[in-house]
């Protein structure tokens, strides 16, 4: 079974940045995708971002140009670097592992974390 652990939430300035990570014990398979999602109060999940190998990544619009997945196979983690936050982007980001594909789908997701709360002022 694999265990998903998130860190790296906070509360910062709009504007600033945050560094995700995601480490990853147990049965781990370097062709699963990893993904990282995001949950506000009342609105459901939403893929944030999403890799598999790594020269190929999936970014949500809302994103893109200001969020970077990578991956460190050698030490199981999964890393989101977040720069530019807006106080839209405060939520709980969730780490998710265990796809056959790169998806926005968490359902095919078979593994998650517990999350880490995001916290963006204006």
């Known amino acids: 079974q694999v265990q998903l652990v998130e860190s790296g939430g906070g509360l910062v300035q709009a504007g600033g940045s945050l560094r995700l990570s995601c480490a990853a014990s147990g049965r781990t398979f370097s062709s699963a995708a990893m993904g990282w999602f995001r949950q506000a109060p009342g609105k459901e999940r939403e893929c944030v971002a999403a890799i598999k190998r790594s020269d190929y990544r999936y970014y949500a619009d809302s994103v893109k140009g200001r969020f970077t997945i990578s991956r460190d196979m050698a030490k199981n983690t999964v890393y989101l670097q977040m720069n530019s936050l807006k106080p839209e982007d405060t939520a709980v980001y969730y780490c998710?592992?265990?796809?056959?594909?790169?998806?926005?789908?968490?359902?095919?997701?078979?593994?998650w974390g517990q999350g880490t709360q995001v916290t963006v002022s204006s």
């Open positions: 998710a592992a265990g796809s056959l594909i790169v998806t926005t789908l968490p359902r095919e997701y078979n593994y």
